[in-house]
C-alpha cells in the first residue's frame, strides 16, 4: 500500500497576552526544551525553538495529517498550561491569538535554525515589532495593523 511521504518545514512566531516581558533567562531554555517536546509529540521534527522575553519562533518539518492551525492550537496551548502549572509568573499567562507561519526549503533550514538560535543577540537592535513585520512584508503577506500583534516598544 502507497503511504504518503512529504517534506515541509514551517517557521512559526507567536507572541505573549499584552507583550508582557515575561519569559525570562531564568526559565526560557526550559520553555523551548517543552515546546520542542510537544512538537516532536505532534508528530512533527523540531528543528529549533527559540525565542526572547515576549515571543517565540519554532521551526519545525510539519506532520502530513494536522492543519498549521490545529498544531499551532495544541503547541500554544500545551505550552501556556505548562507555564501556568510551573507558577513561573504572578498571575495567569497566555499566548495572544494569532501566529504567523512561514514555509522554507530544506536548503534554508540552517539559516533560519541560526536565526532563531541567536534571538537574543538578534533583539540588542531590533524590536519584535520591526522583526515581524519584516517576516510579513519579506513574504509579501498582506495584513493590517490593527490585525498584528500588539506591540509596546
Known amino acids: 500500500m502507497p503511504d504518503t511521504y512529504s517534506q515541509i518545514t514551517i517557521h512559526a512566531v507567536f ?3 499584552d507583550r508582557g516581558n515575561f519569559i525570562t533567562k531564568d526559565w526560557r531554555n526550559d520553555l523551548h526544551q517543552y515546546i520542542s517536546g ?4 505532534k508528530g512533527a521534527k523540531s528543528l ?9 519562533h519554532i521551526l ?15 503547541v500554544k496551548a500545551n505550552s501556556s498550561k505548562w ?5 513561573f509568573i504572578k498571575g495567569k499567562f497566555q499566548w495572544q491569538a494569532g501566529y504567523a507561519a512561514f514555509s522554507y526549503a ?3 533550514r540552517n539559516i533560519i ?10 533583539h540588542r537592535t531590533k524590536s519584535f515589532e520591526e522583526e515581524y513585520i519584516k517576516m510579513l512584508d519579506d513574504f509579501e503577506i498582506a495584513y493590517k495593523d490593527k490585525y498584528l500583534f500588539e506591540f509596546y516598544n
Open 60 to 74: 519545525f518539518g510539519m506532520p502530513v495529517n494536522i492543519s498549521i492551525a490545529d498544531f499551532m492550537s495544541a
Open 106 to 108: 530544506k536548503s534554508q
Open 38 to 41: 510537544i512538537i516532536t509529540n
Open 15 to 17: 507572541a505573549v497576552k
Open 83 to 87: 507555564v501556568n502549572e510551573q507558577k
Open 48 to 56: 529549533a525553538v527559540g525565542g526572547w522575553k515576549d515571543h517565540v
Open 113 to 122: 535554525i541560526n536565526y532563531i538560535s541567536n534571538q537574543e543577540e538578534h
